[in-house]
């Protein structure tokens, strides 16, 4: 957890905090953000200048059963992995901190595999998060050798968790979602767009492009500022 350093202040007290759960790639770790993004520095940074509000950042354990992925999807007749993030994480958070319970004072960000986690569990959990940052990720739910069998043959379960069906096809709470990707990696630049094009208002978009840096940790360091600002902007 990081971005505590306003917490402790005196002047801070009555006040409670936002948060924003950061997912990490596959094989990615939470030790991913602090170590590999640096994710202290850019917080640290954003909230010293007032680009930022103090907020805080949390990065759970998103796979229950190492080595296999989760998807951070409720996997059929499996490990509960997207109840655990969207529901248990914040509940924890907020019997031991002075965090926001409102879902205005909640967004999830993630890079690759963890872009994906964190559209899919902003429109899975709209009740809980407004605003989802996905970092070169993808929008259509997946199983190969890394997650196994998460659906069990179930189809629509897999729609369930594909944000590119359920952005158009499920009824939700207005969202905000920051999008990132580099032109140089085709397969990323294509989702990201198709993406964004679907989202529609009362939802809202912002699209980021680089012509180039790979689907790499180089690439989201660069970024990684502008989504804090586009963070402080949306979670009010």
């Not at 202290?40 to 998103?62: C, S, W």
């Not at 940052?133 to 199983?143: C, I």
């Not at 096809?169 to 207005?174: E, N, S, T, Y």
């Not at 940790?217 to 402080?232: N, R, S």
Request: glycine share 8%; charged share 20%; aromatic share 10%.
């Amino acid at each position: 957890m990081c971005g505590l350093g306003s917490y402790a202040n005196k002047s801070e007290q009555k006040r409670k905090f936002p948060v924003v759960e950061l997912l990490a790639g596959y094989p990615g770790t939470p030790y991913t953000w602090p170590v590999s993004l640096d994710v202290k520095k850019y917080l640290d940074e954003e909230i010293r200048t007032g680009r930022a509000p103090a907020m805080i950042a949390v990065m759970p354990q998103q796979n229950p059963a190492p080595p296999k992925d989760s998807e951070c999807v409720n996997a059929v007749g499996g490990a509960q992995a997207a109840t655990y993030l969207a529901e248990d994480v914040p509940d924890a958070l907020a019997a031991q901190f002075r965090v926001r319970t409102d879902r205005r004072g909640w967004g999830v960000a993630g890079v690759s595999t963890g872009g994906f986690c964190a559209a899919n569990l902003a429109l899975n959990y709209p009740q809980r998060f407004s605003a989802a940052a996905s970092l070169s990720g993808y929008f259509t739910a997946v199983t190969d050798n890394t997650t196994g069998d998460l659906y069990k043959g179930n189809a629509q379960a897999r729609l369930d968790n594909s944000p590119q069906w359920t952005i158009l096809h499920r009824k939700h709470l207005p969202l905000d979602f920051y999008v990132f990707s580099t032109v140089d990696s085709v397969e990323d630049q294509t989702a990201a767009a198709t993406f964004a094009k679907a989202v529609a208002r009362p939802d809202g978009v912002t699209l980021e492009m680089s012509p180039s840096g790979g689907h790499v940790d180089a690439a989201w360091v660069v970024v990684e500022p502008k989504m804090w600002d586009w963070f402080a902007r949306t979670l009010a």
